[in-house]
């Protein structure tokens, strides 16, 4: 459990019988030996981070660990979604093997979805499976990426396209940490906080809408409210669909046009939050050209992501392009873009929409 002293103390539970795992969620956890109390036994522990996290809270998370690892190895990768590749993931394994860091070893992703997903890629291929632990360190990270299992590396042709599901066997979010990220990275995050309202709750838009410059002001008790709420939700849909059968797909709502702007301005160019939040306003506008969502629905999330400090307006990268790099994500089916839209206030449905209306939401939005 996180510190008793601690102000803020939350678990949410994953569940997913013999993987199920907890989310612990407070301050000052890292440098805790209490959170890392119970992992699977093992001698050698390795932190994977990267350069910009490592010199930040390398040296509270190796305390908190020394107690449970006669090792404590550390691997620090280029920061960067740039460098979400096999060039880096190699960097991983080079060290495991190269300290004959055996099945039982366990990884600590410390840092962002770009950590988390390397490491999580990199634990589910060494030696066919070694434990791994997320420790995020972006708000992002908190909220969406280090929950779930999903794992992966880009490939130029699209992002995230080689991985695998593979679950963590805890995740420790240390609230202490947003303390540090840019403001930039702040508005990314809470733009996978913002997705988690419209479509599964409502309650949550609201309280958002509300709470939006305390969270902008990094407020310990907002922040760890929104990251409760939407691992709770998250959790939910998870437990229900871990490998993306059908309704996992909607918490994917904004990433189809948003990665399509990532792809086609070259990795790094928009952080990943920002496009989910310009993806989400054009995902809003396809909804309503569709007619599943009023157009007062549509102006009051996208005042919110504007608010939240993100883009509303994609790039010019010209339709066409957008069409081609949409068709290569992983929800496409026979060369079909499938989006997830709205059906409704507070609920998401995946479907495929004529091209001529996805042009007629790009005129509007981008460029
Ligand atoms: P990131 O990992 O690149 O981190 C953002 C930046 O903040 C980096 O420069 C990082 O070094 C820095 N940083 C991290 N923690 C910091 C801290 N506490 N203080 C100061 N700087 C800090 O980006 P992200 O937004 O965390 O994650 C985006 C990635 O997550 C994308 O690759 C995306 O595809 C992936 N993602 C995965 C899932 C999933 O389910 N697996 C879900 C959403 C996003
Ligand atoms: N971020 C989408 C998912 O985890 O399914």
Same mark, same amino acid.
């Given at each position: +459990?996180?510190?008793? &002293? @601690?102000? %803020? @103390?939350?678990?949410?539970? %994953? #569940?997913?019988?013999?993987? @199920? *795992?907890?989310i612990r969620i407070g301050a000052g956890l890292l440098g805790d030996p209490a959170s890392?109390?119970?992992?699977? /036994?093992? #001698?050698?522990?390795?932190? =994977?981070?990267?350069?910009?996290v490592g010199p930040l809270y390398g040296a509270a998370l190796k305390q908190g660990l020394r107690p449970?690892? $006669?090792t404590v190895l550390e691997v620090v990768l280029p920061d960067g979604e740039a460098h979400k590749d096999w060039g880096t993931l190699n960097l991983?394994? &080079?060290v495991l093997l190269a300290n004959g860091c055996d099945r039982k070893t366990v990884l600590f992703a410390l840092g962002g979805g770009v950590v988390g997903d390397m490491t999580g890629f990199a634990a589910a291929s060494y030696m066919r499976g070694v434990p791994f632990v997320? =420790?995020?360190?972006?708000?992002?990270?908190?909220v969406d990426s280090s929950v779930g299992g999903k794992t992966a590396i880009n490939h130029p042709l699209g992002k995230n396209m080689i991985g695998a599901f593979y679950q963590p066997v805890r995740v420790v979010c240390d609230l202490a940490t947003v303390s540090t990220l840019p403001a930039r990275e702040l508005s990314a995050g809470l733009a996978e906080v913002i997705k988690y309202g419209p479509i599964a709750d409502l309650a949550f838009l609201d309280w958002i809408e509300a709470n939006l410059d305390a969270l902008l002001q990094r407020e310990p008790v907002a922040l760890a409210h929104a990251v409760r709420r939407s691992c709770e939700?998250? /959790?939910?849909?998870? @437990?229900?669909?871990?490998?993306?059968?059908?309704?996992?797909? %909607?918490?994917?709502f904004g990433h189809t046009f948003g990665h399509a702007i990532e792809a086609g301005l070259g990795y790094g160019e928009w952080l990943h939050g920002e496009g989910v939040g310009c993806g989400m306003v054009m995902a809003l506008q396809l909804s309503?050209?569709?007619?599943? =969502? &009023? #157009? !007062?629905?549509?102006?009051?999330?996208? $005042?919110? %992501?504007?608010?939240? !400090?993100?883009?509303?307006?994609?790039?010019?990268?010209? #339709?066409? $392009? *957008?069409?081609?790099? +949409?068709?290569?994500d992983k929800k496409s089916e026979g060369g079909e873009i499938r989006f997830v839209l709205l059906d409704g206030p507070g609920r998401a449905t995946l479907r495929a929409?004529? &091209? /001529?209306?996805?042009?007629?939401?790009l005129a509007e939005c981008a460029g």
């Open positions: +459990m996180p510190p008793k &002293d @601690s102000p %803020i @103390s939350e678990q949410v539970r %994953i #569940a997913l019988g013999e993987r @199920s *795992y907890d890392w109390q119970g992992l699977p /036994a093992a #001698a050698t522990a390795l932190i =994977v981070t990267n350069e910009t449970h690892y $006669r991983i394994f &080079d997320q =420790v995020p360190t972006t708000l992002l990270a908190q939700i998250k /959790a939910h849909v998870v @437990s229900q669909d871990e490998r993306e059968a059908g309704l996992r797909a %909607i918490l994917n309503q050209r569709l007619g599943l =969502v &009023d #157009a !007062g629905f549509v102006q009051r999330v996208t $005042r919110l %992501i504007e608010r939240a !400090g993100l883009p509303v307006r994609g790039p010019d990268l010209g #339709a066409e $392009r *957008y069409l081609e790099l +949409m068709r290569v929409a004529p &091209d /001529a209306v996805v042009r007629q939401v």
